[in-house]
């Protein structure tokens, strides 16, 4: 119950703490702008997403103090950039947002769009951004569903874009020359995005993290496994793409059976898991059973004491009676 308990207050901590890290972030970027300043050993970011970033983490922070004018202001900012930014990818249009900041520098930087923050950053800037609109509204299931599928989003998305650069795969975090998302962008992407998530769905969290019955406990050994598994055969697809693998039957059919492997490793996993849950589901009941009993007997135990006292004290009563009579 203890380590419970200090899970759950660092669990607290880590919104506030990803709020502060995308603010000094997007601070330190539109600085290095202002003052001509830029580091020689990380690649540009667009000043367009340190403001997302410094609009976002504001809204979390807002979120945390319940100060809604605030969160209203700057989730909704965060919301209608991100996505102006998505329509001008999926009609193809510049609305003119992009250059809005230190257009020069922007122009020298280049690339096939520039200024314009990737797609992959943008998606999950408008998902957090909508995550964080505070709507009052009512418990629909259909609401809540739609919710918890943007959180996964907001989520997947910079997990993805990781996943390229440590595996090599520039085609999961960039779209295009100049339109990629940085290592470093991304490692705080995602923890912007598990701030958010632990704000709005903080619960739901604790329990995929804390809870122990079979069902969670097996969610929780599978989510990785099945966020993994299509990223490595991705990425393995891709480098067999790029060496020529494809092309000798021998290195197909090897890349095949590591897949089918795996997929059977994972199975036995499942079951091995299943069997873990179960058996400790009925340590715990044994262990309740006992201690229900326990608190049985110590009740009969407390009652035929004063049953004792009770007849004593009759018995005294008796006596003294007994004793004025003669």
Excluded at 172 to 181: M, T
Aim: proline share 6%; no cysteine; charged share 15%.
């Amino acid at each position: 119950m203890a380590d419970r308990d200090a899970t759950v207050r660092r669990l607290r901590y880590t919104p506030a703490a990803a709020a502060t890290v995308a603010i000094v972030f997007g601070v330190l970027v539109l600085e290095g702008y202002f003052f001509g300043l830029g580091s020689a050993y990380l690649p540009p970011t667009d000043p367009l997403i340190a403001v997302l970033f410094v609009l976002t983490g504001m809204a979390l922070f807002a979120l945390r103090l319940d100060f809604v004018p605030l969160e209203y202001g700057t989730a909704g900012a965060a919301t209608l950039i991100a996505a102006m930014v998505l329509i001008e990818y999926a009609l193809g249009v510049s609305l003119g947002i992009d250059t809005l900041l230190f257009p020069d520098a922007v122009a020298y930087f280049g690339g096939a769009f520039p200024g314009r923050p990737p797609p992959i950053s943008a998606a999950v800037f408008f998902l957090t951004g909508l995550l964080l609109l505070p709507i009052r509204i009512a418990r629909d299931p259909v609401v809540r569903r739609a919710r918890l599928a943007a959180v996964i989003g907001a989520v997947l998305l910079p997990v993805m874009a990781l996943a390229g650069h440590l595996f090599g795969v520039p085609e999961l975090y960039a779209l295009a020359p100049g339109v990629a998302i940085a290592l470093h962008a991304t490692l705080a992407l995602f923890l912007l995005a598990l701030g958010v998530a632990l704000s709005t769905h903080e619960p739901e969290v604790t329990a995929l993290l804390l809870a122990r019955d079979p069902s969670t406990v097996l969610l929780r050994r599978l989510l990785p496994l099945a966020v993994m598994l299509p990223l490595l055969f991705a990425a393995g697809s891709i480098h067999a793409l790029r060496l020529g693998i494809y092309q000798v039957h021998i290195g197909l059919l090897l890349y095949v059976a590591l897949f089918i492997g795996l997929s059977l490793a994972a199975a036995f996993w499942v079951a091995r898991i299943v069997r873990q849950a179960d058996a400790e589901r009925a340590a715990a009941d044994r262990a309740n059973a006992e201690l229900a009993l326990t608190e049985r007997l110590l009740l009969a135990e407390e009652e035929a004491v004063a049953a004792v006292k009770d007849s004593e004290r009759r018995t005294r009563e008796l006596l003294e009676v007994l004793g004025h009579a003669a």
